[in-house]
């Protein structure tokens, strides 16, 4: 397997991150062509990467990071269509029946609850929770990806799993996760 088609074995996970970094489907997508865009580039001269996934997310973090300075300079525009499609999503939603008359989606709802929970996390918080738990990268190589000392990183770690603990309790007590 070339270097090249090892990279695709994680765009799965570099997808997640791009998410909740992103916090919209198509922010997301963008991001990670931009990202693979960028490491293609890169390997275009035959060099040799140790920790592919860590380096990814290295690209995908700074590349985030450089849209974000960008829109920040940038004014923001506002697009007709966007606002009458959101005007009729509205009145569609008054005719339409309710969510909780359907079962699945109270399944999903609780789903909501963490991912919520997640999307309150500050930024740099959020970011190495997700890549510490769901990626399960080590302290080292989140330090590398978000570029701040392993201290900081095992310190946010440790605050955003306290947040979470905190805004979740309520969930996790109603579902019989944790006693009263």
């Known amino acids: ?51 592919v996934k860590a380096w990814l997310f290295r690209i995908l ?54 991912k919520e929970a997640l999307e309150a996390l500050p930024d740099d918080f959020r970011m190495v929770v997700l890549l510490s738990i769901v990626e399960g990268f080590s302290y080292k190589e989140i330090s590398k990806i978000v570029d701040c000392p392993v201290g900081t990183v095992m310190s946010r770690i440790y605050r955003g799993r306290k947040m979470l603990k905190e805004k979740l309790t309520g969930y996790a007590k109603k579902y019989g996760y944790e006693k009263e």
């Open 1 to 51: 397997m070339s270097q090249k088609e090892h990279l695709l074995i994680h765009i799965d996970a570099l997808y997640r991150s791009a998410r909740y970094l992103a916090k919209n489907d198509n922010n997301a997508d963008d991001l990670i062509q931009e990202t693979y865009l960028k490491a293609f580039k890169f390997l275009q001269d035959d060099k040799e990467i140790r920790n």
């Open 61 to 114: 973090m700074n590349t985030f990071i450089n849209k974000y300075r960008k829109d920040k300079r940038e004014p923001s525009l506002v697009d007709f269509d966007s606002v009458e499609a959101f005007h009729e999503s509205i009145q569609e939603e008054v005719i339409a029946p309710s969510i909780l008359d359907d079962e699945s989606a109270l399944d999903n709802l609780m789903d909501d609850n963490i």
